[in-house]
């Protein structure tokens, strides 16, 4: 949001537009994504009572209608927060909120193959970058887009990380993911070749001058990709974050390349 504003030069950055912008627009993204959690968690007890029978349905601390509640009264409060930012910013944060709907209840795209890649992806990658960017920003102009699509692919095939642990609880209840169709080792090459892609990317972007040559070191984050594949082939659990290390290091990459491009863009602009 604040690279929005250096770069588009919309006003200046003040405590007041922090705090009455920058914050509310945060806390949106915030209150979807304890939404979708809860939602999910909801829609998914059958599968956490096999892999993650110590989150609060399955352990019986709290029912699913009342995950069903909270979800709802989040998602409420963000939309409603939203619209204090802006009308296209509520737009975003609307479209966010539908994906993540419609991909933990009917038509549930989290049991469709592929698909439950891109609804994870769209959301979190594409929209949450051209999202921020429209709080000062116009959403559609080439940086924004071209960031978001990086984002999108790189989350595409990153996000297979999480299901490595869930394969067998996914399995049955007939979600079909990339781990539990096509195994381990197949599911790393097809996870490599997007989360690649997405940094390789940044070339032909720059070449075509959609994007300024200063983000060209971005592209040195696919050695993360590697990394991330290779643990992908040793799935040991990361206890502290719940998921597999794969996973962690995976949306810590989404981060740094979120984080760079901002810093970027701040530097170059003022």
């Keep these: 949001m604040i690279a929005s504003l250096t770069y588009t030069k919309a006003t200046h950055l003040t405590i007041l537009t922090f705090l009455s912008?920058?914050?509310p627009a945060s806390i949106c993204f915030a209150l979807l994504n304890g939404a979708?959690?809860?939602?999910?968690?909801?829609?998914d007890w059958k599968e956490d009572r096999i892999s993650k029978p110590y989150r609060p349905i399955p352990k019986g601390i709290i029912?699913?209608?009342?995950?069903?509640?909270?979800?709802f009264l989040l998602y409420t409060i963000a939309v409603l927060l939203s619209l204090t930012v802006s009308i296209v910013f509520s737009i975003f944060i609307l479209l966010i909120a539908i994906f993540s709907i419609t991909y933990s209840i009917p038509p549930r795209m989290k049991k469709i193959l592929f698909l439950n890649q891109a609804w994870v992806a769209l959301p979190r990658g594409f929209f949450g970058i051209i999202g921020s960017w429209s709080v000062f920003g116009d959403p559609f102009q080439p940086l924004p887009l071209a960031m978001g699509c990086i984002a999108a692919l790189f989350l595409f095939g990153g996000t297979a990380t999480k299901d490595i642990l869930d394969a067998d609880a996914d399995r049955s209840v007939g979600t079909k993911t990339l781990v539990n169709v096509f195994g381990v080792k197949k599911t790393v090459l097809i996870s490599l070749f997007f989360m690649s892609s997405a940094f390789g990317l940044i070339v032909p972007l720059v070449y075509w001058k959609v994007i300024d040559a200063s983000f060209f070191p971005l592209i040195f984050l696919v050695?993360?990709?590697?990394?991330?594949?290779?643990?992908?082939?040793h799935t040991h659990k990361n206890e502290t974050c719940?998921?597999?290390?794969?996973?962690?290091?995976m949306y810590a990459t989404?981060?740094?390349?979120?984080?760079?491009?901002?810093?970027?863009?701040?530097?170059f602009s003022s």
């Design 21 to 23: 912008v920058i914050v």
């Design 63 to 71: 029912t699913r209608r009342e995950a069903y509640t909270i979800s």
């Design 254 to 267: 989404y981060f740094l390349f979120a984080l760079s491009f901002a810093v970027i863009t701040i530097i």
């Design 242 to 249: 719940e998921n597999t290390s794969a996973w962690t290091l």
């Design 223 to 233: 050695v993360f990709s590697g990394i991330i594949g290779w643990l992908m082939l």
């Design 36 to 43: 979708s959690n809860a939602l999910n968690q909801s829609t």
